[in-house]
Each structure stands twice: as structure tokens, then as C-alpha cells.
């Protein structure tokens, strides 16, 4: 197979058979061999995706940022993805609000902002509740 494009619909297939690793060789072939932009932009979250699924965090977030830096129709979903990692992973609730607030910017309808609004909220909650843990009154004398 020389077009990357080629390689993708074989992908797609190893995947179904639940061959992570050998459907994400071939997604990352594919881009090496050169796509078509719409097809570079699925293949790319295709890619995060299975690494995020595969444990490889840090290899998931560098391509989800990937996509972040260009428009693109993926961009959005991927800040929505670095949104939860830092929401739900890192618990770095300064860093995930960022992140649903660009991905706030992007958003083209009314749902996507009300279920960022939502994402938005509960973040500001977890950090208020992190916040007010952390700070404890020392008594007189302590």
C-alpha cells in the first residue's frame, strides 16, 4: 500500500478486531504517507484516542494539542478532550477551565455552549471545594 488513505480503511478494519496496537501502527503510516486534511484531521483524533485508551496520556495529549493548534473540524473536540483530562486526570481544575473556555469560543451552536456551560460550572465547583479544603483555620496558639 503506498496511499496513506488506503492504509486508513485497513485501520478501521484491525480495529474492529480489537488490535489496538496494530490499527494504530497503521493510523500513524497513513499520516506518515501523506492524507488529505479532512482525512489528517479524523485520523489524527483517531490516533489521541487510542493512545488515551491505550494508558499513553502524555502521547494522546501532544496530538490532541496537535489539533488544537490549526482550524480544523476536530479543534473543538479537542479541547474538550484536554478540557477532561485536566478536569478529571490532573485535577487541574485552572487549566481544564481554560481549556472548555477555548473550546467555549469555538463552539458553532447553542448546545455545544450549554454543555460546555455545564462542563464550566462543574469545574468551578470542584475547584471552590479544593480551594476551601486546603484552607484551614489555625486556632489562636497552634
Request: charged residues 35%.
Amino acid at each position: 500500500i503506498r496511499h496513506g488513505a488506503d492504509l486508513i480503511g485497513l485501520a478501521r478494519w484491525v480495529l474492529q478486531s480489537e488490535r489496538r496496537e496494530e490499527a494504530l501502527r497503521l493510523f500513524r503510516r497513513a499520516v506518515d504517507l501523506g492524507l488529505p486534511d479532512d482525512l489528517l484531521f479524523r485520523t489524527m483524533f483517531d490516533i489521541a484516542a487510542l493512545e488515551r485508551r491505550l494508558g499513553r496520556e502524555d502521547a494522546a495529549l501532544a496530538v490532541y494539542t496537535d489539533l488544537t493548534a490549526s482550524h480544523n473540524p476536530y479543534r473543538l473536540r479537542a479541547f474538550e478532550e484536554l478540557a477532561k483530562h485536566y478536569e478529571h486526570r490532573a485535577k487541574d481544575y485552572v487549566a481544564a477551565a481554560e481549556y472548555t473556555l477555548l473550546a467555549h469560543v469555538r463552539a458553532t451552536n447553542m448546545v455545544e455552549r450549554a454543555e460546555l456551560d455545564h462542563r464550566l460550572n462543574r469545574i468551578k465547583g470542584k475547584a471552590e471545594r479544593v480551594s476551601s479544603s486546603s484552607r484551614r483555620v489555625v486556632p489562636p496558639g497552634e
